[in-house]
């Protein structure tokens, strides 16, 4: 038997409850070790408040260095209330977006999976909800955000300026990657832009139509933005994928996020080129439940699965993940904050464990 390459990843846990979400997701992923015969190295590095503490900054060069020669990257979370009056260059959040900058991640991947066993959590009715499984990609490092801005005096007053610039290639590459996604989905791409009143959007929109002939087995649609807003609340079930520049795609993935109804079941990636990525829960630090062992580490094991399927192509393994999940939630086990009144509820720890045990080959 020819022994798979030994993958490398760096594990940068961070703050509050950081580590111990990120312990049950490496428990998971030397359990597919186990079960598939993979191979992972493990390797731990200082990151946020803690980094701040002992080395005083957020993302220290180390700790770069291993990002950039690792595999993927499994983050946990960072911040807490100890740095958040720090001056800019000490809070933890700007060495988030230091290693997303280093890293050249310019997709950020957001599923939003509803599960059955938990579809009273959200605030949308079941019948809408029931069979959404559905994925964000957003555009993470162009656009309105990093477009120039100023502020000018006019004989009118004060006026400000955000400008909103895409190129083709900024857009090629994450359209592809989109429709590289549905194609190991179920092969439907919404692309969501504002092209009836944005430039930016129709040259979005012609290079979108200019690729989808690369794609014939993947369906397209082209949804405006505010359209899609309504479309997400009224007919989540029917999306698969959808790909949309920076600004909507921060809105959108929230709104989708707020679908599924609890911070403690939504996984994230962020991708370059390559198939190097960081993979992070969408929580924060939880600083209020920190230390407690009550944590959900769902979030960060479901962002593993991501792992093993996107950056590694070990589908069988992050396919055993996900539904040993599911499993696990079907059989009634809770942590506190997906819990209902009356339901016993289980530990950060033990629901690691039972996940682990509910995997098979
Ligand atoms: P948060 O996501 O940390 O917590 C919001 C609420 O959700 C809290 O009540 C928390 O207990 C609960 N929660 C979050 N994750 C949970 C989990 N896995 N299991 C059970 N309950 C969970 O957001 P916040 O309170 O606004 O921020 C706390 C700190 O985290 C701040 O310093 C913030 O800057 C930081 N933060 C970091 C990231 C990141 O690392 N990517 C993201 C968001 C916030």
New binding site residues.
């Given amino acids: 038997m020819i022994m798979p390459e030994t993958k490398k990843i760096a594990v940068i846990a961070?703050d509050?409850?950081g580590p111990e979400?990120v312990a049950e997701a490496i428990k998971v992923l030397k359990r597919t070790e186990e079960l598939f015969g993979y191979r992972f190295e493990f390797e731990h590095g200082l990151f946020g408040g803690i980094a701040i503490d002992e080395k005083g900054t957020p993302l220290p060069e180390d700790t770069l260095r291993m990002c950039q020669a690792a595999d993927a990257v499994l983050l946990g979370?960072?911040?807490?209330p100890k740095w958040?009056n720090n001056p800019k260059e000490l809070r933890?959040?700007t060495g988030?977006l230091g290693i997303r900058k280093a890293l050249g991640l310019y997709a950020n991947l957001r599923p939003a999976v509803v599960f059955d066993c938990l579809i009273g959590a959200s605030t949308l009715k079941p019948e809408v909800l029931r069979g959404t499984d559905l994925i964000v990609v957003r555009e993470l490092t162009g656009g309105i955000y990093f477009g120039e801005k100023y502020r000018r005096d006019t004989e009118n007053g004060q006026i400000a300026v955000d400008t909103c610039v895409y190129s083709v290639p900024e857009i090629e590459r994450i359209v592809r990657r989109a429709f590289e996604i549905a194609r190991q989905r179920r092969k439907k791409l919404a692309s969501v832009d504002k092209a009836n009143v944005l430039e930016t959007s129709r040259l979005w929109r012609e290079t979108v139509n200019r690729i989808a002939p690369e794609y014939p087995d993947v369906e397209l649609e082209h949804v405006l933005v505010d359209n899609a807003a309504m479309q997400l609340l009224r007919r989540p079930a029917s999306f698969d994928v959808i790909v949309t520049e920076n600004m909507f795609g921060d809105i959108l993935s929230d709104e989708a996020a707020m679908l599924t109804g609890s911070?403690?079941m939504l996984s994230s990636a962020s991708l370059g080129d390559g198939n190097r990525g960081l993979y992070?829960?969408v929580?924060?630090?939880?600083?209020?439940?920190a230390g407690k062992g009550i944590?959900?580490p769902v979030?960060t094991i479901l962002s593993a699965a991501l792992m093993l399927r996107l950056s590694f192509g070990y589908h069988d393994a992050a396919d055993a993940v996900e539904r040993a999940v599911r499993e696990v939630l079907d059989a009634g086990h809770r942590?506190a904050?997906i819990a209902e009144a009356g339901d016993k509820t289980v530990g950060t720890t033990e629901m690691g464990d039972l996940i682990a045990a509910a995997m098979r080959n």
């Avoid at 979370?77 to 807490?80: D, H, K, M, P, R």
């Avoid at 929580?283 to 439940?289: F, L, R, V």
């Fill in positions: 961070g509050g409850i979400v979370a960072v911040g807490g958040d933890p959040e988030l911070i403690g992070e829960p929580h924060g630090s939880a600083p209020d439940i944590a959900n979030a942590t904050d």
